[in-house]
């Protein structure tokens, strides 16, 4: 069973909303817990998309960092500076940086 830890105590995702406001006070904050929406301040926020959320980063700047393809098998005729730009982080488009934005929940 998933829980998070959050200030201490364990909470349990299968909480209704009355049982969680009669156990926390209305100013605590609640993690994300897989499929369950995230409470701050008392005020509902999106769901984040988990798929997203491993696929890309946000780096300090705002930029958003996303992993190169085609590293995973088949390197052996690939060069080893073919494959290690591969490995390395690439930059997501500005033409998909909203849309990765949307999915991360930052707009």
Same mark, same amino acid.
């Given at each position: 069973?998933? !829980? !998070?830890?959050? %200030?201490?105590?364990?909470?349990? /995702?299968?909480?209704?909303?009355?049982?969680?406001?009669?156990? $926390? !006070? /209305?100013? #605590?904050?609640?993690?994300?817990?897989?499929?369950?929406?995230?409470?701050?301040? *008392? @005020?509902?926020?999106?769901?984040?998309?988990?798929?997203? !959320?491993?696929? %890309?980063?946000?780096?300090?700047? *705002?930029?958003?960092?996303?992993?190169?393809?085609?590293?995973?098998?088949? =390197?052996?005729?690939?060069?080893?500076?073919?494959? =290690?730009? @591969?490995?390395? =982080?690439?930059?997501?488009? #500005?033409?998909?940086?909203?849309?990765?934005?949307?999915? $991360?929940? $930052?707009?």
């Amino acid at each position: 069973m998933a !829980a !998070a830890r959050s %200030f201490g105590r364990i909470l349990d /995702p299968m909480l209704t909303i009355r049982q969680m406001s009669r156990d $926390l !006070a /209305p100013r #605590k904050r609640v993690l994300l817990v897989k499929q369950y929406d995230i409470t701050v301040r *008392g @005020l509902k926020a999106g769901k984040v998309s988990s798929s997203a !959320a491993k696929r %890309f980063g946000v780096q300090k700047s *705002g930029r958003i960092t996303r992993a190169h393809a085609f590293k995973v098998h088949k =390197n052996t005729h690939k060069s080893r500076g073919h494959v =290690n730009r @591969l490995g390395a =982080n690439g930059e997501v488009t #500005k033409a998909d940086a909203t849309t990765a934005l949307r999915l $991360l929940g $930052l707009k």
